[in-house]
């Protein structure tokens, strides 16, 4: 009988003991500062496009018949041309076009070109699309223009449309696929029309660049 | 020897003046260099405003660019909406991942190929829509869809568009930028009472319908139950706490 309260209390010892230790650790373990934060950084889950011009002009004018010969900025008729890098091989190609997040279509389309008085518009218009070019071989009619991206070693460059359409710089197979971050390096190339309408000296146009689901 | 003396004479007077010329062209150059240095120095004390200068006037040079994001999961109604109703939709992530602060504004169109009818822009209502979005900066814009009486049922596909407007003009073109994610939604027939309910609504109306078929199924087939209650001997407990015999 004696044995067994002997037993009884030092089993209590140990275990208020144990609690002891135990609250002592406990105590440790919560030193002001002792915390630490990690962060981890995750994919992004956005579609996104960024677009960072190089260059602010267009230039490299040429065509056109006197005396509306282009000069090296100013766009002649009929159907001079100009563009906005200097294009070709060993061309440059200033805009930056970066599909910084998901997998995505990129797309790209145009707006019809505005003059500064807001006077008669050139309207966009394509070889093969709608509205058709109405001028001779394809090319602009009146108060028409068409433009196109293009890229180094592009073979097929983009036509520029009013609706959003494949931008073929991102995706040498056919398509515009661009893959998480992938950027691409482009130029732009207008034909104006065969004769103005409106005299203005300036006509602005919009190209937008378009991320959408594949 | 003296000649040659003479000569080494001579060719120290030449020495002497080779000497001096040589120390002239060297002060020239000291001070040619000095002149240089001096200019290269002004050049440089020059170069940094003029730099930061050029930067401030034209801020495109600084690699300014424009972006903008959108979430990649799609837009999407997780109940089939009935006509003449209107939903709140999820709001909708859109991120502006260019340098310079953007007016966001967002649009409805059908981008995305697939099965479906294309969704009326005017059925998608924006709160916040033209905001003004600071580089780097995201927003969570509310969505409505608005569904007429007359909508035809089916399932719908299209794209909500956010458009960065702060355009970037090279020479006489504006670049713009643009992001798409899908929306996704489905409206039953207008005569349908079920496709508004929620599930468990649904269900109610299940059991409850269910429970007065069976009523009524009962009534008809003329059974009848007859509930008696016999007295309960508990009752009869006299006030001495015994039971009275029965």
Redesign the interface.
């Known amino acids: 009988m004696v044995s067994r309260v002997w037993a009884v209390l030092i089993v209590g010892i140990l275990a208020i003991g144990g609690i002891g230790v135990v609250n002592k650790a406990a105590h440790t373990t919560t030193i002001p500062g002792g915390s630490t934060n990690a962060t981890v950084n995750v994919l992004?889950?956005?579609?996104?496009?960024?677009?960072?011009?190089?260059?602010?002009?267009?230039?490299d004018c040429h065509r056109g018949q006197r005396p509306y010969h282009s000069t090296s900025t100013l766009l002649g008729q009929p159907n001079g041309e100009c563009s906005?890098g200097t294009l070709g091989t060993h061309g440059t190609y200033p805009?930056?076009i970066?599909n910084?997040?998901?997998p995505?279509n990129i797309?790209v389309s145009a707006s019809n070109a505005v003059p500064a008085d807001n006077g008669t518009r050139w309207r966009l218009c394509s070889t093969h699309g709608h509205p058709a070019c109405t001028g001779p071989r394809g090319a602009p009619g009146v108060d028409q223009y068409k433009a196109r991206t293009t890229a180094r070693g592009e073979l097929n460059a983009t036509p520029l449309t009013a609706s959003?359409a494949c931008d073929f710089v991102f995706d040498a197979s056919g398509g515009c696929r661009a893959a998480r971050g992938q950027l691409r390096h482009e130029g732009?190339k207008l034909i104006g029309p065969t004769r103005f309408s409106d005299n203005s000296t300036?006509?602005?146009?919009?190209?937008?660049?378009?991320?959408?689901?594949p | 020897m003296f000649g040659s003396g003479d000569d080494g004479s001579g060719d120290d007077a030449s020495g002497l003046a080779m000497t001096m010329r040589l120390s002239a062209a060297e002060s020239e150059y000291l001070a040619g260099a000095r002149r240089r240095f001096g200019r290269r120095l002004v050049r440089a004390i020059l170069a940094v405003p003029a730099a930061l200068g050029v930067l401030i006037a034209?801020p495109?040079l600084a690699?300014?660019?424009?972006?903008?994001?959108?979430?990649?999961?799609?837009v999407r109604l997780h109940t089939v909406a009935r006509p003449g109703s209107s939903y709140a939709l999820p709001p909708v992530?859109v991120?502006n991942?260019?340098t310079q602060d953007e007016m966001i504004s967002m649009r409805v169109q059908r981008?995305?190929h697939g099965p479906g009818r294309t969704v009326p822009p005017s059925w998608i209502q924006f709160t916040g829509n033209g905001m003004q979005l600071p580089a780097r900066k995201s927003a969570r814009v509310p969505l409505e869809l608005v569904v007429p009486a007359g909508a035809a049922p089916g399932k719908y596909l299209s794209?909500v568009?956010v458009?960065g407007t702060a355009?970037?003009?090279?020479?006489?073109?504006?670049?713009?930028?643009?992001?798409?994610?899908?929306l996704e939604f489905s409206v039953g027939r207008a005569s349908d009472a079920g496709p508004g309910l929620s599930s468990w609504t649904l269900w109610v109306i299940g059991a409850l319908l269910l429970a007065a078929v069976a009523v009524l199924a009962f009534r008809v087939s003329g059974l009848q139950v007859r509930v008696s209650r016999r007295p309960d001997s508990s009752k009869f407990i006299n006030s001495q706490g015994g039971y009275r015999g029965q």
Request: charged residues 10%; neutral net charge; aromatic residues 8%.
């Open positions: 992004p889950t956005t579609r996104s496009i960024t677009v960072s011009p190089g260059q602010v002009t267009f230039s906005v805009i930056t970066d910084a997040g998901i995505s797309e959003p732009i300036s006509f602005t146009i919009t190209i937008t660049w378009i991320a959408v689901a | 034209f495109w690699q300014a660019s424009i972006g903008v994001g959108v979430q990649g999961a799609p992530y991120v991942t260019g981008l995305s794209d568009v458009v355009a970037i003009s090279v020479g006489k073109t504006n670049l713009g930028v643009a992001a798409a994610t899908k």
